[in-house]
Structure formats: structure tokens, C-alpha cells
């Protein structure tokens, strides 16, 4: 039997994702009703300017009090899709504190807050859901945290930003470079007119602190994540993993030490084989890898940006705390119970492609195969290419520590045979 009373929903934002959020439940409200169990009812959605076109967004929902909406007294849910720490953290808290369930998109206030967020719902007894925070309409939370739930997962790979991954995919498709495939994005509207979030890996560190807390059960924050961003990767990097057979990619890469004592959580650039999944990830499409002991290789791919994908994720989210308020339940919370440390970058092995400016001159190469071998990083393969008195020396290192390369880099850039250490990158997805 249908519950005859509507749950009251506030919508906090109104732009690309709100506005899609605003008009799916307008215009599907009954098969939402059938499907909760009980009418939704959008009360009211907060913006920060008023009097800007929204077309299909009922004007008279629109207010510019965010506080005074949440604090309404009888708001069942809210929907946050502002983004930023404040004021959205305050009027999540505020609606828990109010008795409301709140559904977010926003990773980088969860990637700071997310355990305080979390202890607030519990002590409320609310939902705190937020699928759409990471990589857009792809079913990847509820798995790990609900579907997954009896495994053990060891490692999470993915592409979870789609405007670096388009940046880099016309770069190796096209042969632009970079400032060229950025300035394609940004007419396109994959890429913000402020890039940085983005190109710098901001973005992405957010979404695989969200990740790693998941997947392995402890509490990991924006600020554990190793980041680096793609502004350095040049058409040469691209060239040269072509002729490894590899594709660039800018990569989120959580992992499980083999012993369990410790987690690594990390976003840079990457060779990876053009036979691994990931590598035929295109444009701005996002897709994450997971690697679990019982369910074995896992992968979930699709759009993970943009209004109406977003907008799917918040609204199966509001379909779920829905169907929980009509239940007087909540879903699974905040999972974390094993307190594992994150491993510093400088520990974290992984293969490495080193590009050498060097003289082309007897015994260089005998030279720079010295310094991998004193700090103990064993040599895969190398590759030389003279042009008039310099020469190009590409290395590629089997497994390594960060700080064992970092310190046969230093060595090299002193030898005088070596004239420019032009690149380096890790080759990962073996």
C-alpha cells in the first residue's frame, strides 16, 4: 500500500546537474511515487541568484535562503549539489540535525569531511548516500560497499575524470599537444574555464580518497592522496608510449600492501599496455578496474560527468533513502574498522619510463646503467636514438620504490654525459 503523505524533497543548486536533477523528478514523479513507495514532492530548491533563466525549473521553488529551506522542519531529504566545503558542509549538518537525509554529489567536501559527515548521520539515524560523487552515472559505490561487502578488495584502478581523459585521448589520437587538446575541451565544455581541478588531478584525488575509504574499510582524506597532474605530459610522452604499445592515461590507483598493514592511494599520469581494459577508454568516458579476491577482475565503465548522467546517480540515491524513509530504516553507513595507515609515495614500487637527453658519445650508456644499478633499480629495457652528437636514451625499470628512482634521477641529472632528463613516467596495469 502506497504511503498517501509525499516525502519533501530540497534541492540545494540549480545548475548543470540540479536543473537535470529538477526536471527528471517533475517529469517522472509518478513512476518515482511507484517506485519509493510514496509521492515525492520537490519543496523547494536553493540557488544563489534568483533571477536567472532556468527553463523547465518551477520558478516558484526557487529561493536564495539555503538555510531557512533545509531548516524547515519537514524536509525529508536533501539533495546537495552545490559542491565546495562551505556552506555546503554546514547545511548538510543542519539537515541531519533536522532528522533529513541528505544525498550529495560532492566529492571534495566528502574526500575532507567524510567520517565527521558520516558520524553525524549515524547519531541522527539518516542516510548519507553520495553515488555521484565519483564518476558520474556508473554503478561503482553501491558495488564496492554493498555488493562487495563479503570480499576483500586489493586494488582499485581507474579513470575517473573525463576531461583529462579526453585531453589525453586527442592528444594520443590527433598528435595535438596539450595546450592544443585543452583549448578543444574547453569549447567542447568538457573543461571548465578554470582547468586546474582537473588538469592538476585535484579532482581525481578527491574521488579515489572516496575509493580507498571504501574499498578497504578505513578512513583515507584528500590529503593522504599522492597527486599529479597531466600540464606536463608532452607529445614526446605520448610518442613514446606508442612505440612501447602503451597508451597514456591519467590514473586513480588504490591498492592493499600485500601484507594488509597499509593502503596507497594515488592519482598521476601512466603508461598502461594497449591490451589492459582501461586503455581503450575513450573521450570523456570514465572506468574503474577493481581487483577482489573472491569476484576477481571487475570493471565499470560509462559517462562519468555531465548533467543527465550525474543526475541518474543522485536520483537512484533518492530513490534508495526514500524507500528507507518510508521503511523507518537507514542503509549501510560509514564501514570503517581497520585503521590501516596510508603508505608514503616514496614507498609505493611500481615500473618506470625514464627519457634521457644525452650525449651520443661511447660509454654513456654504459654510464647510466651504473647509476640505476648503484641505488638498485634493475633495468627492463632501453632504447637509443642518435641525432647529431645527442642522443635520446629511453630507460624502462622493472618494479621500483618512488625514492629509489627519485634518487637515481638525482644522480643522473650530475653526470656530464647527461644533458637533460626529459621525462618521467610510471608504467602501470601490467
Do not use: W
Request: aromatic share 4%; hydrophobic share 45%.
Amino acid at each position: 500500500m502506497m504511503r498517501t503523505r509525499p516525502l519533501k524533497v530540497a534541492l540545494l543548486g540549480c545548475g548543470v546537474v540540479g536543473s537535470e536533477v529538477a526536471r527528471i523528478m517533475t517529469t517522472t514523479a509518478d513512476d518515482l511515487a511507484a517506485r519509493i513507495g510514496a509521492p515525492v514532492e520537490l519543496a523547494g530548491i536553493a540557488v544563489r541568484r534568483a533571477g536567472r533563466p532556468r527553463p523547465g525549473v518551477p520558478e516558484h521553488l526557487l529561493t536564495t535562503d539555503a538555510e531557512a529551506l533545509v531548516g524547515r522542519g519537514d524536509i525529508d531529504v536533501v539533495i546537495e549539489v552545490v559542491g565546495g566545503i562551505e556552506p555546503s558542509k554546514s547545511l548538510i549538518l543542519k539537515a541531519f540535525a533536522g532528522g533529513a537525509s541528505v544525498v550529495s554529489a560532492n566529492k571534495a567536501l566528502l574526500a575532507k569531511d567524510g567520517a565527521e559527515l558520516h558520524t553525524a548521520a549515524a547519531t541522527a539515524r539518516v542516510d548519507l548516500y553520495y553515488e555521484a560523487a565519483v564518476a558520474g552515472a556508473i554503478p561503482l559505490l553501491r558495488p564496492l560497499r554493498e555488493s562487495l561487502a563479503g570480499d576483500k578488495v586489493n586494488r582499485v584502478l581507474g579513470i575517473v575524470n573525463g576531461t583529462t581523459n579526453f585531453i589525453l585521448d586527442k592528444m594520443d589520437t590527433t598528435g595535438a599537444g596539450y595546450s592544443e587538446a585543452l583549448e578543444e575541451a574547453t569549447a567542447l565544455g568538457y573543461a571548465e574555464a578554470d582547468p586546474t581541478a582537473d588538469v592538476e588531478g585535484f579532482d581525481a584525488a578527491a574521488k579515489a580518497a572516496i575509493l580507498a575509504g571504501i574499498a578497504f574499510h578505513t578512513k583515507v582524506t584528500a590529503a593522504d592522496v599522492y597527486r599529479e597532474g597531466i600540464t606536463e605530459v608532452t607529445a614526446a610522452d605520448i610518442a613514446s608510449a606508442k612505440q612501447m604499445g602503451c597508451v597514456v592515461k591519467l590514473l586513480a590507483i588504490c591498492e592493499r600492501s600485500a601484507d594488509g598493514s597499509s593502503v596507497t592511494a594515488r592519482v598521476h599520469p601512466a603508461m598502461i599496455p594497449l591490451s589492459h581494459p582501461l586503455a581503450s577508454v575513450r573521450e570523456a568516458y570514465n572506468a574503474v578496474f577493481v581487483e577482489a579476491e573472491a569476484a576477481g577482475r571487475l570493471m565499470f565503465y560509462g559517462p562519468g560527468a555531465g548533467g543527465s548522467p550525474t543526475a541518474s546517480a543522485v536520483l537512484g540515491d533518492l530513490v534508495a533513502v526514500c524507500r528507507n524513509k518510508v521503511n523507518g530504516t537507514t542503509g549501510p553507513g560509514d564501514s570503517v574498522y581497520t585503521q590501516l595507515p596510508a603508505k608514503p609515495m616514496d614507498e609505493v614500487v611500481t615500473r618506470y619510463h625514464v627519457s634521457l637527453d644525452v650525449d651520443d658519445r661511447a660509454g654513456v650508456l654504459a654510464q647510466v646503467a651504473s647509476v640505476f644499478a648503484e641505488h638498485g633499480v634493475s633495468i627492463d629495457t632501453v632504447r637509443q636514438q642518435g641525432r647529431d652528437g645527442d642522443a635520446a636514451l629511453v630507460v624502462v625499470t622493472h618494479r621500483a620504490t618512488d625514492a629509489a628512482l627519485s634518487a637515481t634521477v638525482d644522480k643522473l641529472r650530475a653526470l656530464d654525459s647527461v644533458r637533460d632528463v626529459a621525462s618521467i613516467m610510471r608504467v602501470e596495469g601490467e
